[in-house]
Nanobody, 127 residues
Framework: QVELVESGGGSVQSGGSLRLSCIAS????????MAWFRQSSGNPRQGVAS???????TYADSVKGRFTISQDNAVTTVYLQMNDLKPEDTAMYYC?????????????????????WGQGTQVTVSS
């Protein structure tokens, strides 16, 4: 079975940086996409960034130029480097994965595109 384990959340001041990590295990097929979502109180879950096994990436407009998603294929680990953090980035961040479509996946920042989820890691940015 697939398991996703996140780490790296914390509290920083506005303008600071954090790096989130997500280790995936249990993927059966070589094609996959993984993504980061976030959810703050009272708001729907929002897609932040995604990456597939071919290295293709997708970003939400709100994080372009500040966040970078990357991966280590050898151990199926996905990272989210978050720079120039703003208070509005405060949320619970979730790692998500799918192991059916890989690079053919459309709607890469929609939560219903993913069937596997981590437990979440909190990111808090103070002004």
């Amino acid at each position: 079975q697939v398991e996703l384990v996140e780490s790296g959340g914390g509290s920083v001041q506005s303008g600071g940086s954090l790096r989130l990590s997500c280790i995936a295990s249990g993927f059966r097929y070589s094609g996959y996409c993984m993504a980061w979502f976030r959810q703050s109180s009272g708001n729907p879950r929002q897609g932040v960034a995604s990456i597939c096994n071919d290295g293709s990436t997708t970003y939400a407009d709100s994080v372009k130029g500040r966040f970078t998603i990357s991966q280590d294929n050898a151990v199926t680990t996905v990272y989210l480097q978050m720079n120039d953090l703003k208070p509005e980035d405060t949320a619970m961040y979730y790692c998500a994965g799918e192991n059916m479509w890989g690079p053919y996946l459309s709607n890469r920042l929609q939560s219903n595109s993913y069937e596997h989820w981590g437990q979440g890691t909190q990111v808090t940015v103070s002004s």
